[in-house]
T-cell receptor
Framework: DAGVTQSPTHLIKTRGQQVTLRCSPKSGHDTVSWYQQALGQGPQFIFQ???????QRGNFPDRFSGHQFPNYSSELNVNALLLGDSALYLC???????????????FGPGTRLTVT | AQSVSQHNHHVILSEAASLELGCNYS??????LFWYVQYPGQHLQLLLKYFSGDPLVKGIKGFEAEFIKSKFSFNLRKPSVQWSDTAEYFCAVRMDTGRRALTFGSGTRLQVQP
C-alpha cells in the first residue's frame, strides 16, 4: 500500500518563475492538504482540497493556488516566485467524513523548492 | 491568533535519560492533539494522537503524552531515550472540527548522545 507520494523531490527555480508540485494521496484517502515548511520551522498550512474544491486556506497569498483531480491527486502552483518561497512543501492526505474530525493526516516526503 | 508553542528548541540527552518535551496551545475549544516525528532525511511520521477519553495516550516506540486541559498542554514523554530517537519532534493541534488544518509548533530538535 503506497503512502503519500510527491514529485519532484527537488526543484530549483529563478525568482519570478512559476512552479507546479504534485501529490498523490494514500490509498483510500480523498482529502489533500498542502503545507510549507521553512528551514527550522514547523509546517504551515497553505490550503486543503476535497471533492476537487479548495475547502480551507491558510494565510498565503493568491500566488499560491491548487487543484485536485477526480482521482484525488493534487497540484500546488506558485506564481511569481520570491526568494522567500524557498522551503520544503509537504502534502498530507486524509479521509474526510470521519465524525468529529477524528482523523490523522499522513505526510509525504516533500518537495524541496529553492528559489534563486 | 491560535498558536502552538514548543518551548524547547534543542534538547541534548544521553542514552537512557528520560525525555519530556513541552507543548502548549492557545485555544479554549475542542482540540485534537498530535505529536509528529521527523527523523533525519525522512518524512513526518505520526507518533501519537489524542482525540478524547483517557488524557494519557501511548504511541509508537515507547512514547506517551499527557493532555492537561487546564494547562492547555500536551507534553511528550519517554522514560529512556535511545540514540535512534535523534530527530525533530513537532506538536500539532487541530483547533476545532470545523477547521481541518493542523497548526504546528516550531519543533524541538532532540539529539541523543551514545
Amino acid at each position: 500500500d503506497a503512502g503519500v507520494t510527491q514529485s519532484p523531490t527537488h526543484l530549483i527555480k529563478t525568482r519570478g518563475q512559476q512552479v507546479t508540485l504534485r501529490c498523490s494521496p494514500k490509498s483510500g484517502h480523498d482529502t489533500v492538504s498542502w503545507y510549507q515548511q521553512a528551514l527550522g520551522q514547523g509546517p504551515q498550512f497553505i490550503f486543503q482540497y476535497y471533492e476537487e474544491e479548495e475547502r480551507q486556506r491558510g494565510n498565503f497569498p493568491d500566488r499560491f493556488s491548487g487543484h485536485q483531480f477526480p482521482n484525488y491527486s493534487s497540484e500546488l502552483n506558485v506564481n511569481a516566485l520570491l526568494l522567500g518561497d524557498s522551503a520544503l512543501y509537504l502534502c498530507a492526505s486524509s479521509r474526510r467524513g470521519l465524525a468529529g474530525g477524528r482523523y490523522e493526516q499522513y505526510f509525504g516526503p516533500g518537495t524541496r523548492l529553492t528559489v534563486t | 491568533a491560535q498558536s502552538v508553542s514548543q518551548h524547547n528548541h534543542h534538547v541534548i540527552l544521553s542514552e537512557a535519560a528520560s525525555l519530556e518535551l513541552g507543548c502548549n496551545y492557545s485555544y479554549g475549544g475542542t482540540v485534537n492533539l498530535f505529536w509528529y516525528v521527523q527523523y533525519p532525511g525522512q518524512h513526518l511520521q505520526l507518533l501519537l494522537k489524542y482525540f478524547s477519553g483517557d488524557p494519557l495516550v501511548k504511541g509508537i516506540k515507547g512514547f506517551e503524552a499527557e493532555f492537561i486541559k487546564s494547562k492547555f498542554s500536551f507534553n511528550l514523554r519517554k522514560p529512556s531515550v535511545q540514540w535512534s530517537d535523534t530527530a525533530e519532534y513537532f506538536c500539532a493541534v487541530r483547533m476545532d472540527t470545523g477547521r481541518r488544518a493542523l497548526t504546528f509548533g516550531s519543533g524541538t530538535r532532540l539529539q541523543v548522545q551514545p
